[in-house]
């Protein structure tokens, strides 16, 4: 039951912001999409969680979500096979935009850093077999593939309005994805309260954002997946 509290939370924070976005821009926005990306952030976590439970576990009990990942990333998969989004439109591809990858480079380094960085200050201990092979599969190939895939083109398609930044053009979608993404590591409810931690936050939704850099700018979420899980090594080893 604490989960689908907390899932309710995210999206009724999701609603409320959305909606707001949208009745000042009603001309640039789509209300449709908008409970589509509701929607998705559902099915997500449904399937990240088992169902909240409901399914049986059928890999060996490990310390690690496994299952609900790969739940997480088949359901992904699917959606994005769907005619309303299509795989190249979610990113899906390993094709990049023309000229891209060497103006990413310096990005790539600034990620890889600011992960660096936070596990010199956070230092963890000497991880698992298991924990080596989950942090480089299943966080980067799962998590980008529905925030900076799926998540991301649906929000792009509900709130229209662009502007020119960085090289790249930025809309809601791109921050509102970022911040949804903080809030699956930030925002919980447990022993009859809602928590949040705002520190967990600007972690996760400020990396997020230099994802999204990468994903508008290449067309892909490939160097995403590979920094992300780049960057979950180096939290376990530096």
């Not at 790969?70 to 935009?97: D, E, K, N």
């Not at 891209?100 to 960085?117: I, N, Q």
């Not at 649906?154 to 309005?161: I, N, P, T, V």
Request: aromatic share 12%; hydrophobic share 55%.
């Amino acid at each position: 039951m604490n989960g689908i509290i907390g899932i309710a939370g995210v999206v009724t924070l999701l609603l409320l912001v959305g909606g707001g976005l949208g009745l000042a821009r009603r001309d640039q926005f789509s209300a449709k999409w908008l409970f589509a990306a509701v929607g998705l952030v559902i099915i997500n976590d449904v399937m990240l969680t088992r169902g909240y439970g409901a399914l049986p576990e059928l890999l060996p009990a490990s310390a690690w979500n496994w299952q609900g990942k790969i739940l997480a990333l088949a359901a992904t998969l699917v959606i994005a096979a769907l005619p309303a989004f299509g795989w190249r439109r979610s990113g899906l591809t390993i094709r990049q935009a023309q000229g891209s990858l060497p103006r990413c480079l310096p990005v790539a380094l600034l990620y890889c850093l600011f992960f660096a960085g936070l596990a010199y200050i956070l230092p963890n201990d000497p991880p698992t077999t298991e924990t080596v092979a989950f942090q480089l599969t299943m966080p980067g190939i799962e998590e980008e593939a529905f925030y900076r895939g799926i998540l991301l083109l649906a929000l792009d398609r509900a709130f229209l309005a662009r502007w020119r930044f960085l090289g790249v053009d930025w809309g809601w979608g791109a921050l509102l994805s970022s911040a949804l993404f903080g809030l699956a590591h930030a925002f919980g409810y447990a022993h009859g309260s809602f928590s949040f931690d705002p520190l967990t936050m600007a972690l996760t939704a400020l990396p997020a954002l230099i994802a999204v850099w990468l994903r508008l700018r290449t067309g892909s979420v490939l160097i995403p997946i590979v920094l992300h899980n780049i960057g979950n090594l180096l939290a376990l080893f530096a």
